[in-house]
Every structure is written in structure tokens, then in C-alpha cells.
């Protein structure tokens, strides 16, 4: 079998994990708070030394068109190919990944269960993609301990409640949307506009809600806002005038969907 001769440059972000990334919808050319989404990516990739490419947005908006009117869109930045070691090259020239695909509404209604996380939860400012492989180190440690199948994780420890696993949690209850308040909480995009609309309130999320809450929900910027049909096998309200005030806020707002899109 003849052997391949290895490359002596290799990508960072496959060596070290040295990425950052964001993930989007692009519907008709219009991406939901985009700036927000690049000052986060910039803030991550600042703490590796590295700075926004130029052009990302022209090379998203053109890989969208390739594919559709409406796209779920993940770019990524990586510290580009380097040689072996730790040290960071003195001229940079970072990779930039873009995965493109036709957006697909959920099928399925979405059931929820609270889990104590693995490991231990960390300051979330960007997303890391170092985070990410924890993450599915960490489902496959709960999947072996008896997270159901087919449920999505909300994360917890004893006495409060922080997230989904790729999302952000809205709580319902006693006729008010709450949101959690972490260090350890990724600053989601749609969750910081929904806040500063005034539409959830920010609390300390006692873990004891989920046993009382009338209504869940998901976000972030491929659903927006993804009514959760039961929390720990109990039902809960997934439709109706509750989610209203939510999607209110972000209705006729770019590259936001119709409702009926995300549902």
C-alpha cells in the first residue's frame, strides 16, 4: 500500500482547537443581527491573538445564494495552517469555513430533560469550538447514565438552571418569560435581543421551575424560538397566545422567518 506523505502544515483549529464560530440563518440575503454575531466572534478569536477576516459577509451571503432563500449557515475561524507546536506563527492567515444548508424546520415536538452537567461549567464569552467537543463528550457520558432517548439535555446543577445544549432557555411562569442569568451562559444572540427588548426578564433560574413553569422554550438564531412540548415527561403549553410577546419582538425584524417557518 504506497504511504501519503504528510503534510507539515496542518490546520489549528484541527491541531489545537484554535477556532471560533458562528451559526445563522440567511433568509432572502438578510442575516438577524449580524454585528452582533461578528462581536462575538471577534471577542473569541481576540483571546487567540487573531482578528476578523475581511469579507465575511459578502463570501456568506454568496454561499447562501448557492443553496436557497432561506439558509442555516455555520462560519467558521480558525488559526489557519501552521506548523507543528504550540507557538502561534508570526504572519497569521486564518481559515475560514463556511457550511451552508437548506433551513428545515423541526418535525418533531422537542422534550426536555434536566441533567447535572459532567463537567464543570466555564465562562462562555464566544463559541469556542473547544467547548463544543466537551459538549458531545459530555451527551455521550449522559446518554450512557440514562438521558431518554430522543430528549434534549437541559443543563443544571443542584440549585439552578443555565441552558439547553446548543441553545439558550426562556422559563414561563406566573405570566412572565425569565431568562437565566450565568457567567457560565453563552450571551446568545436572539436571548440579548429579546432582554434588551424588554420581552423576558433575566433571574437567577431556581432548578425547582422546571417542576412548576407553564411553558419552555428554546433560542437561538436557526429557530429563534422553539416551544418545548415536555420538561421532564411533564407537558407543558408548546403553542398559543404564551409564545406571542416573543415572537412580537422579532416579527418583520431581517432575516427573521414567518413563525409558521421556525415552529
Known amino acids: 500500500m504506497p504511504i501519503s506523505r504528510a503534510s507539515p502544515d496542518i490546520d489549528r483549529g484541527l491541531t489545537y482547537a484554535e477556532a471560533c464560530f458562528e451559526t445563522f440563518r440567511v433568509i432572502r440575503g438578510e442575516v438577524f443581527c449580524w454585528q452582533a454575531h461578528m462581536d462575538r466572534l471577534a471577542q473569541g478569536l481576540d483571546t487567540f491573538g487573531m482578528s476578523l477576516p475581511e469579507g465575511l459577509k459578502e463570501r456568506c451571503l454568496h454561499a447562501a445564494r448557492d443553496v436557497g ?76 447514565s440514562g438521558l431518554p432517548s430522543g430528549d434534549e439535555a437541559l443543563i443544571c446543577d443542584e440549585q439552578r438552571i443555565y441552558s439547553g445544549t446548543t441553545a439558550n432557555v426562556l422559563v414561563y411562569r406566573e405570566d412572565r418569560w425569565w431568562m437565566p442569568r450565568s457567567e457560565w451562559i453563552l450571551p446568545g444572540v436572539v436571548r440579548g435581543y429579546l432582554l434588551q427588548a424588554g420581552a423576558v426578564s433575566e433571574a437567577d433560574c431556581p432548578r425547582t421551575w422546571v417542576n412548576d413553569c407553564t411553558a419552555l422554550a428554546l433560542t437561538n438564531s436557526g429557530s429563534f424560538v422553539q416551544p418545548i412540548s415536555t420538561m421532564d415527561g411533564r407537558k407543558l403549553a408548546s403553542d398559543g397566545a404564551v409564545f406571542d410577546d416573543l415572537w412580537q419582538v422579532l416579527n418583520d425584524k431581517p432575516g427573521v422567518p414567518g413563525r409558521d417557518v421556525c415552529s
Open 69 to 144: 432563500p432561506d439558509v442555516l449557515l455555520r462560519l467558521t475561524v480558525s488559526g489557519g495552517p501552521a506548523a507543528w507546536g504550540l507557538k502561534a506563527p508570526e504572519q497569521r492567515q486564518p481559515g475560514v469555513y463556511i457550511q451552508a444548508m437548506q433551513y428545515r424546520p423541526r418535525q418533531s415536538p422537542v422534550s426536555l430533560h434536566s441533567v447535572n452537567w459532567p463537567f464543570p461549567l466555564r465562562k462562555k464569552a464566544a463559541k469556542y469550538t473547544s467547548d463544543y467537543a466537551e459538549t458531545l463528550r459530555a451527551l455521550r457520558l449522559l446518554e450512557q
